[in-house]
């Protein structure tokens, strides 16, 4: 009897394990569905509570054009099928970023950033980020159409609250909060310092990091783990920059400062990490994760 | 250890020319329409008629319009935002206040001691203000606010239309005795001492044949613009606010007295109103109300009897996609014997691209609900800049309702823009962006300022075609409030555009030869004298429109109440179908087109 219930003590205690077990991979950095699932919580949330999205066919033509733009040149180009998880946050995040009343901005934007993953890489490794590229590039060239996320989840407190759990949470188990981090308090430095320069009030040259699409921004975009450099100094040292030169660009009143600046120094810094890594690695040996079905979370 | 698989150099060299041909599309694209707008934008006055069928001419000076709105100068602390706070006031509606038979223009003033002015049409052409000489043009006196629209309607049923004056300030109620002078009423009529409103239709919710009235405020009633106590009167977001004016519903008892009923009958928003129109949306016999809100979503207002009004936006569509609503407008565009609702937004390229909204039913299951589903895309309707009033209208008399939609919203400094500034705030938190002192001081800088108006014109088969510049509307005011009438009485649509710090201007409609039209002039019998809320349907060559005598409608603004229907090369009609506010309905069968006809409300 003893060792019957000593049996079922052991029984349960593996099975709590196995449940503990299960958890932890869920929420494991390696869970590559976690951020999709996350992003996608957010997006029903904030299209239930505040109708976010110009609409969700619009948002879905983004998911699919991204999903299957994804498997033809992964099948075309690795002649692998990839993980779609990484096309998916790239689709939603066009469907959440950007704003148009028309619906060929938001495929042509997908096709876009899914494209750039292909053919503009050195080395095996991207260079840009892709949904960051592809909405600059849909802002510089048909601003008429298209605007990104600013003021459609309103002004209230809660919503950030909420956007910075599950993104504190994710970049927290992605390893990457220190980038978020960095930003931020440069962001908040550098609005002081503007505020000098141009005279506007700190609240008003702070507002914005208040507001929702920098909360995408800051946990879902620059902590990208396929766009960012090799060393945590490294990371905090290129989230710094992305800051300083969003400054800039905010001096000369650049309304799309954040995604510029990316688009500006994302690129600089990957080449030049890619550059210092192959001189360690001089026989042009690829880091693990830009292989075909890399286990890295992916972000936006 | 596993290598990546490299491809090819002709697959890399291929995707590379993909994403360069991806990039190029909106390039290609838009110089494709540069190139025809360009070509279109060089067409003469014949070529216009021709190819349009209807040329707008700026007639004002001519006409002897020399109107010039003026705007409030507010708290001093405002100075930093002032243009952007005072940027509306210039309003304009329609009426016969005389009743000779021609269609007169009143134009309000929004500087503290301004005056209004009331164009006299003299009949041939030319215009005369005689708002002084009538007891209509010192309304704007320090101390009582200033002007921000008006709407005119027959409150005690003896024949000559009374004005209701909204202000930001004290609302004004005049009496039209007799087309000769104006009394004011206000005091008697139990109106609030002060209300920041934009918006006011006169209606008959109740159809007991007396109009009453809904007013929409604005910033809330407690704020004085020229006396602030605190700088947090600004909106508490940008497109969630609900810090706004109250609503106000005045039943109209009979004797010259309104009752306030809002809450009572469930209107109880404090959303940024900006317009509002009224019109039997599904055919129950009772107006209901749309009111277009700044700073948050559209609200309709569901009659319930005349007895209730309940809020239905967000079931049918309408309240759900929070934008900058600025106009309010019903007209039937594909003839259906329906109206849709069109409501303006702002789209500013790169920074905000909210676009207009065209509301159309989808098909309606019963009379106690209704869906609508957003076309102005499909239309080609949506993108009109910063766009103020709308109003339907068939200027080339083809047979469909055209649309004007006047634009622009601050004008200065013609090379410095405001929007990063209003970006930069706008994203902010609520307790940033609802106080004033937070916003970065204007600086001279324009705000979507010199913009070219909309005039779309519609093909009758689900889409428009813009084509302002081509029909004569060159202007680039800071557009506000639009108006129709047929002043001449020749069966052709003239638009009035009033415009912020800017002229009055009246554009005459040449149509060209070949169009047919007809046109009614109402008055109820039963139903209130100004027939406000009748319908009427007009069936000719397998076509069947509705139209519907208004209250107000657009951006401030009112049309003139004769209903106006082009007929397009047909040479007559089939019947005129005439559903009163009372609820009696009048057939009038084979009358002759090219003619105003006037009706009377059979007992």
């Given at each position: 009897m003893i060792r019957a219930n000593s049996v079922n003590a052991l029984a349960s205690t593996g099975k709590a394990e196995n449940r503990m077990s299960a958890i932890g991979r869920f929420f494991s950095?390696?869970?590559?569905y976690l951020p999709p699932l996350l992003i996608t919580l957010i997006l029903v949330a904030g299209q239930a509570k505040f109708?976010?999205?110009?609409s969700f066919s619009r948002t879905a033509l983004a998911i699919v054009t991204s999903m299957i733009l994804d498997l033809v040149l992964a099948r075309l180009v690795i002649r692998k099928w990839p993980n779609l998880a990484s096309a998916y946050i790239t689709g939603i995040s066009v469907g959440i970023l950007v704003r148009s009343p028309a619906f060929w901005p938001y495929a042509l934007c997908s096709a876009l950033a899914i494209t750039s993953k292909y053919a503009i890489r050195w080395r095996g490794r991207h260079l840009f980020n892709p949904s960051n590229l592809a909405i600059s590039a849909m802002l510089l060239l048909v601003p008429e159409y298209v605007a990104a996320l600013s003021i459609q989840w309103g002004n209230d407190v809660w919503p950030l609250v909420i956007v910075w759990i599950l993104g504190a949470f994710i970049v927290w188990r992605v390893r990457r909060f220190h980038i978020t981090l960095t930003y931020v308090v440069s962001f908040v430095a550098f609005s002081a310092l503007r505020s000098v320069i141009v005279g506007d009030s700190f609240l008003a040259e702070v507002a914005p990091i208040t507001g929702p699409m920098y909360q995408l921004f800051i946990f879902f975009m620059i902590t990208d783990p396929r766009t960012t450099v090799k060393s945590m100094r490294g990371r905090c040292l290129v989230a710094f920059l992305v800051a300083a030169m969003e400054m800039v660009l905010r001096l000369a009143d650049n309304v799309n400062a954040p995604f510029y600046a990316l688009t500006i120094v994302g690129p600089i810094a990957m080449a030049i990490d890619i550059w210092r890594t192959s001189k360690r690695r001089p026989n042009g040996t690829l880091r693990p994760?830009?292989?075909?079905?890399?286990?890295e979370a992916p972000a936006l | 250890m596993e290598q990546a698989v490299r491809p090819s150099r002709i697959i890399q060299i291929g995707l590379v020319i993909f994403f360069v041909g991806l990039l190029a599309i909106p390039i290609v694209y838009k110089r494709h329409q540069r190139g025809e707008a360009s070509k279109a934008a060089n067409v003469s006055e014949p070529q216009a008629l021709s190819r349009y069928g209807f040329y707008l001419q700026e007639s004002s000076k001519a006409s002897g319009i020399d109107f010039i709105h003026q705007a409030p100068t507010l708290d001093v602390k405002l100075a930093h935002i002032m243009n952007l706070v005072a940027s509306m006031g210039a309003a304009v509606s329609i009426v016969d206040f005389d009743r000779d038979g021609w269609e007169d223009i009143y134009v309000v003033n929004s500087k503290q001691g301004s005056r209004n002015a009331l164009y006299r049409n003299l009949g041939n052409g030319t215009f005369r203000d005689v708002a002084a000489e009538v007891g209509?043009?010192?309304?704007?006196?320090?101390?009582?606010g200033v002007s921000t629209g008006a709407v005119w309607g027959d409150y005690d049923n003896d024949g000559y239309e009374d004005v209701f004056l909204y202000k930001w300030g004290k609302p004004e109620l005049f009496h039209n005795d007799g087309g000769k002078h104006f009394t004011r009423v206000t005091e008697q009529a139990g109106l609030p001492s002060w209300v920041n409103a934009n918006t006011a239709v006169w209606f008959d919710y109740d159809n007991d044949g007396k109009l009453d009235l809904f007013l929409g405020g604005y910033?809330?009633?407690?704020?004085?613009l020229w006396h602030l106590k605190t700088t947090k009167i600004m909106p508490n977001s940008f497109e969630y606010a609900d810090n706004g004016g109250r609503k106000y519903l005045f039943h109209n008892l009979g004797n010259g007295r309104f009752e306030e009923v809002s809450a009572k009958m469930g209107i109880k928003s404090r959303r940024w109103s900006l317009a509002a129109v009224a019109a039997d949306l599904r055919g129950t016999g009772y107006p209901d109300l749309f009111v277009a809100n700044d700073y948050g979503v559209s609200e309709l207002y569901l009659n319930e009897g005349g007895k209730r009004f309940r809020e239905v936006g967000k079931e049918a569509g309408v309240g759900f996609s929070p934008k900058s609503g600025m106009t309010a407008s019903v007209g039937d565009v594909l003839n259906q014997g329906q109206f849709d609702v069109y409501v303006t937004n702002i789209s500013e390229e790169g920074v905000l691209v909210q676009g207009n909204n065209l509301w159309m039913p989808k098909a309606q299951k019963s009379k106690s609900a209704i869906r609508y589903e957003n076309m102005a895309n499909t239309f080609g309707v949506e993108l009109g800049g910063w766009s103020f009033g709308g109003q339907f209208a068939d200027l080339n008399n083809d047979g469909f309702l055209d649309l004007y939609v006047a634009t622009g919203n601050v004008s200065l400094d013609h090379d410095h823009s405001y929007w990063y500034d209003y970006s930069k705030i706008a994203g902010g938190n609520q307790a940033i962006i609802s106080d004033t002192a937070n916003w970065p001081s204007l600086k001279g800088r324009s705000l979507s300022g010199y913009q070219h108006k909309r005039v779309w014109i519609n093909d009758g088969a689900g889409r428009f075609k813009e084509v302002a510049q081509m029909v004569g509307v060159k202007d680039v005011y800071d557009g506000r409030s639009v108006a129709m009438a047929d002043f001449e009485n020749r069966g052709a649509l003239d638009v009035v555009v009033a415009n912020q710090r800017g002229p009055l201007l009246l554009y005459k409609n040449t149509v060209a030869p070949g169009k047919h039209w007809i046109e009614f002039d109402l008055e109820g019998q039963r139903s209130n004298r100004s027939a406000i809320g009748a319908e009427v349907r007009v069936f000719w060559a397998g076509q069947e429109q509705l139209q519907q005598v208004s209250g107000g409608s657009g951006f401030c603004s009112q049309n003139e109440r004769r209903l106006h229907f082009g007929l397009g090369k047909a040479t007559s009609i089939d019947r005129v179908e005439i559903r009163w506010p009372s609820g009696i309905k009048q057939t009038l069968t084979n009358p002759r087109i090219d003619e105003m006809h006037k009706v009377k409300e059979p007992l």
């Open positions: 950095a390696e869970n590559r109708g976010l999205l110009e994760e830009v292989r075909a079905g890399s286990v | 209509l043009a010192d309304v704007n006196l320090q101390g009582t910033y809330p009633e407690d704020v004085d």
